[in-house]
């Protein structure tokens, strides 16, 4: 038994030696910042759900009403009725 794992355990960190470092296009790349639009969405899409979570706490939730179709009702109200 202890021969087995001693081999997994050799083999696992030879493996990991002969890798070497991660090549460029691996590395993490600094994202982008968010446009003006994407910062809206998430803003919106926060208020959405904490008025989500109120109304359904509060039992103010209809019973065919699900959370796509609240969250496409509110959007569109928080947005001033406007389609994007």
Not at 37 to 49: D, G, I
Not at 57 to 82: H, Q, V, Y
Request: proline share 6%.
């Amino acid at each position: 038994m202890t021969n087995r794992l001693t081999h997994a355990a050799l083999a696992a960190a030879l493996a990991l030696a002969f890798t070497g470092p991660l090549p460029a296009a691996a590395q993490m790349k600094p994202g982008k910042e968010p446009s003006a639009a994407q910062l809206a969405a998430r803003e919106r899409l926060t208020k959405c759900s904490a008025e989500w979570k109120a109304a359904k706490a509060g039992g103010k939730i209809e019973a065919d009403m699900k959370w796509p179709k609240f969250w496409s009702a509110c959007n569109t109200r928080l947005k001033g009725g406007t389609k994007a």
